[in-house]
């Protein structure tokens, strides 16, 4: 039998539609492959072994009398900031040490009821915090990718570095991820999966641990763009749990996949042109370029003056918001805690020992720009900056441009411990600086594999939507898929 790992989420579908495999076959093939994968890479925080084998026997049962869901039997890989009701959620911290809610997320909800199996939380950067999977509790996540001719370790990037890492190395047929900043498009770009951000509000954000409430978004990191556009049918929709969930009809994503671009106006910004930005990843967005013109696109220069602001501003709002929302981690209601001579000294213990370095610098910018007397120069600086950055899109979208292509990153993957970027925290934020705009003006965004770099590694394009148009990025995102025509299947040596 062909290895059932390897196959994409719609040809497994298909496979069990045809009952050319089961459910349960399925799934016990991809609890094989973690098990021998997961001690060198490190991609998964929790297993759920008897769960998954539960779940797949129901999926097996309504497979055969009827009832089966559009995403019955598929098994997925759940980032660990998504609340699993009784199962490990700890947003890869320590300090939510051994947190098991009461409640299912909105999303993963969804997904258990179209018919998904769970095969366990998935590696993250804390409290979804970095660009490289490395500030985890559990330990950097290893890119399944190498470079050519070399052994070195790589980042899968972050924050959802184990949901790329598992679905580049077929340890799950897709994942679910989160984007406050980039976490969804800059690991897909690292691993060659496809991973789309949608428009804030299309998700539901309940249940999700929360980083940064406003810009917070689910999404899903699959093997290609059909997958991706399929598994973001199912987790979308309105909540009223949520009161930032939008109202509003969840197209069939996967129909509109083979629209292709014909008649559309691609903008090309130009302030995501960077100084110092590599040769390889200006050649590939001109590819880009030229693959859109070939399919009948028309092609726009666009600017977006206030690029240069976003990711300043970016981190002064995500601190911000970070440490409102994990106030609430004091080590009396969640996890851990560490005792001390009195309540204070128990809170204060408690948060030095529970958050990691990473965390706990971002909630000191967070609580010094909200401060009295800062608040004015920082904080509303940073939302009038986003009000601009957002009327920048709004203009080109007026301005007849249907969707914008750029560069999903600055560079491919790093290696682990990388001494540039960990010495210093504002090397590791220029990751985010293609992502980031996208955040903060709420719009969707796809990152598609779309080349590799000379050493070998993947590179992604990124496409940047109007707000609930993700349908266009799917219709794109596949353009760039099939004109680039490469297998983005790292050689396995794990
Ligand atoms: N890398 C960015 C950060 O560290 C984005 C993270 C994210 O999107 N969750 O904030």
């Not at 399925?26 to 297993?47: E, F």
């Not at 018919?115 to 939380?121: E, F, T």
């Not at 600017?303 to 911000?320: D, F, G, N, Q, R």
């Amino acid at each position: 039998m062909t290895d059932l790992t390897k196959l994409t989420l719609a040809a497994a579908r298909k496979g069990l539609a045809d009952k050319a495999f089961s459910a349960t076959e399925l799934t016990g093939a991809y609890l094989s492959a973690i098990d021998a994968a997961n001690p060198k890479l490190n991609a998964y925080v929790a297993i759920t072994r008897e769960k998954a084998l539960e779940d797949a026997a129901v999926s097996d049962k309504r497979l055969a009398n009827g009832g089966a869901g559009p995403l019955e039997g598929i098994p997925l890989g759940i980032k660990d900031l998504f609340g699993t009701q009784g199962v490990h959620t700890q947003a890869a911290s320590h300090i939510l040490d051994g947190f098991k809610p009461e409640y299912e997320s909105t999303v993963t909800a969804n997904l258990w009821r179209d018919g998904a199996v769970m095969l366990g939380k998935l590696n993250m950067d804390e409290f979804a915090m970095g660009s490289s999977n490395e500030t985890s509790y559990y330990g950097p996540v290893v890119n399944p990718w190498r470079s050519n001719g070399s052994n070195a370790q790589l980042v899968p990037g972050g924050s959802s570095g184990g949901s790329a890492a598992a679905v580049s190395a077929w340890l799950c047929a897709a994942a679910t991820a989160t984007d406050t900043g980039g976490s969804i498009r800059q690991p897909a770009a690292f691993t060659g999966t496809v991973g789309i951000k949608p428009t804030y509000g299309r998700c539901s954000r309940w249940g999700v641990v929360a980083f940064a409430s406003s810009l917070d978004q689910a999404g899903p990191i699959a093997r290609t763009v059909e997958d991706a556009a399929i598994m973001l049918t199912s987790m979308s929709g309105f909540d009223a749990k949520d009161s930032t969930s939008v109202d509003l009809a969840v197209p069939d994503f996967a129909a509109a996949v083979e629209r292709g671009v014909k008649g559309l106006t691609i903008g090309i910004p130009r302030e995501y042109r960077m100084d110092g930005m590599p040769d390889e990843i200006e050649a590939l967005w001109k590819q880009g370029i030229d693959w859109m013109v070939a399919e009948g696109a028309t092609i726009k220069d666009i600017s977006l003056p206030h690029t240069k602001y976003a990711l300043p501003a970016y981190y002064i709002v995500a601190p911000a918001e970070a440490s409102s929302n994990l106030a609430r981690y004091d080590g009396v209601k969640y996890g851990l805690r560490v005792t001390g001579k009195d309540i204070t000294d128990m809170y204060e213990l408690t948060r030095a020992k529970g958050f990691g370095a990473e965390v706990r610098r971002r909630l000191m910018i967070g609580t010094y720009v909200l401060s009295a007397g800062y608040y004015d120069a920082y904080y509303v600086r940073a939302q009038k900056v986003r009000t601009l950055i957002k009327r920048d899109f709004e203009l080109a979208f007026a301005d007849g441009v249907d969707a914008i292509l750029t560069p999903a990153t600055p560079s491919a993957a790093f290696g682990v411990g990388d001494e540039d970027m960990s010495a210093d925290p504002v090397k590791m934020y220029l990751n985010d600086i293609f992502t980031v705009t996208v955040n903060m003006a709420g719009l969707p965004g796809i990152a598609v594999p779309a080349g590799k770099d000379a050493a070998g590694l993947p590179l992604g394009l990124q496409l940047i939507g109007k707000p609930f148009d993700e349908e266009t990025l799917f219709a794109a995102g596949r353009v760039i898929e099939r004109s680039a025509a490469i297998d983005f299947s790292p050689a396995k040596w794990w």
